[in-house]
């Protein structure tokens, strides 16, 4: 069994979220005792991570005083349990930076449509998770509030782009909190932060970016601290919407259902590097085979193999330039000027595409999703690393190398996110274990649309490896 690291907030902090949920629903606790608990950890933790620059208790004082009593709710009513919002994500009457200077002092007036549900069914958003500008970054920094660090070890990055979503988790400020996801955005972060994060296929977690509801390759998606409670959440989150055109409805059988059902015989193929595609350390090789060993000894089935994957590299660049250019690069003039140089490379990268690499890209796509298809006929996952190193010091923007080998910029860093960005297909990063005190995460791609099999794999990895972990006090070493 893992060593974890103590814990002196709340006992009900540490609870599971599933847990919480029915005693809010059987009222053995109210939901004022509840936000009240998550105040105080978050008033305890915050000096040393900021993780969650922005807090709402007016506001979420007021939607508990408009809740009405009524217990019984379908599966996906949240009973009153405090969540976390990214600041990417508007949330009515609260301050909603996108972690840029020029929109520091923005308020919306309207809730993005995936808050609006999450609170019709009954979650209380407290606050606000930092993330880089515009959620440019595999490491959570901005000049609005500064850095997030890692609660294992306060040196260390949090990943991003979801990196104070990840740190409010991993410290029990609150039990779920809401990501999203394009370059590994809430996979990365979950995988250095010791919790779960799972980007759905698009339209399962509601719409992609603000205005392009047709974008498949950015995603809101759940994040908790183990995969039952992230099913949970995903629940909480899908359904049919009207107003946007890739919703997809919610599954007969409720996805937290489906993890209760998880059986060990699972069918996994391990790609280390995705065929030379990208860099992992030998060391985080060693400890995901480590893991693998142990979900094949308790009835899983794992063999080395990966797809091909031709053009990974070039058409995924090619798709995610297209939105830089597409959203950010559409701002007013008064907003980019702040912009780190980071993101405005990003747009100008979209900005100098040829027509010739779009269709190429467009193409591509096609291929690898039926590459990917086929080859999981014979599989329930692909497992691959998360990211193929440890999380680095908080104040380096991204590695240079991994292993002696060079990095050319932050997207070699985070070259394992691409495929399943790519392919629309459904990923999860799960906790295997502790690597000299760190977290790692095993990265799992599912089939198409297939969530429910995937948050099952996910259960059968993290009953292998001793998890979930946390919630933990942060370990302040700076």
């Known amino acids: 069994m893992t060593q974890l690291p103590k814990f002196t907030g709340p006992e009900i902090c540490a609870k599971p979220a599933f847990e919480v949920v029915d005693m809010l629903c059987k009222g053995e606790v109210s939901p004022a005792e509840v936000l009240s608990a998550s105040f105080e950890r978050i008033a305890a933790v915050e000096p040393t991570v900021n993780a969650m620059p922005t807090i709402c208790p007016e506001r979420a004082e007021a939607m508990i005083a408009v809740m009405d009593g009524d217990t019984c709710r379908p599966r996906e009513w949240l009973g009153g349990l405090p969540v976390a919002i990214k600041d990417l994500t508007e949330v009515e009457g609260v301050r909603t930076t996108f972690g840029s200077p020029g929109l520091a002092d923005n308020i919306p007036v309207q809730s993005g449509d995936l808050v609006q549900r999450l609170e019709d069914r009954g979650a209380i958003v407290v606050g606000k998770t930092n993330t880089p500008e515009m959620g440019a970054g595999g490491n959570t920094f901005n000049a609005v509030f500064g850095m997030t660090r890692n609660p294992w070890d306060t040196r260390k990055n949090a990943g991003g782009s979801s990196g104070g ?29 010791g919790v779960v994060g799972m980007r759905p296929s698009a339209g399962v977690a509601g719409g992609g970016p603000k205005g392009m509801k047709f974008h498949t390759e950015a995603v809101s998606g759940p994040m908790a601290r183990s995969v039952r409670d992230c099913a949970l959440f995903l629940d ?4 049919f919407d009207p107003h946007n055109p890739l919703a997809w409805p919610a599954p007969e059988r409720s996805y937290h259902q489906s993890v209760l059902e998880t059986s060990e015989t699972v069918r996994v193929a391990y790609a280390p590097d995705l065929n030379g595609f990208a860099f992992v350390a030998k060391e985080m ?14 009835g899983g089935t794992v063999v080395e193999d990966c797809p091909q ?35 405005k490379d990003n747009i100008q990268q979209g900005r100098d595409l040829t027509a010739d690499q779009i269709y190429d890209a467009l193409a591509g796509k096609s291929v690898l999703y039926d590459n990917m298809v086929d080859f999981l ?19 380096q923007e991204f590695p240079r190398e991994i292993d002696g080998r060079e990095l050319t910029d932050y997207l070699d860093w985070l070259k394992f996110s691409f495929l399943s960005t790519t392919v629309g297909l459904p990923s999860i990063s799960v906790p295997v274990g502790l690597m000299e005190g760190m977290p790692v995460g095993l990265q799992l791609i599912g089939r198409p649309r297939g969530e429910a099999r995937l948050l099952q794999v996910a259960r059968a990895v993290e009953h292998a490896n001793d998890g979930p972990l946390g919630p933990i006090d942060p370990n302040k070493r700076h």
């Open 165 to 193: 979503a990840a740190v409010s988790l991993a410290t029990g400020e609150v039990w779920l909190s809401q990501g999203s996801d394009l370059a590994g955005s809430l996979r990365t972060p979950a995988a250095y932060c």
């Open 236 to 239: 909480a989150m899908a359904g």
């Open 285 to 298: 090789d060693a400890h995901l085979r480590g893991a693998l060993e142990k979900v094949a000894a308790q």
């Open 309 to 343: 994957l031709p053009a990974l590299d070039t058409t995924y660049r090619t798709l995610r330039a297209m939105l830089w250019a597409a959203g950010p690069g559409r701002a007013p003039d008064a907003v980019q000027k702040h912009f780190k140089a980071t993101l």
């Open 377 to 395: 006929q014979g599989f329930d996952v692909l497992a691959c690393p998360v990211v193929g190193l440890p999380a680095g010091p908080v104040e």
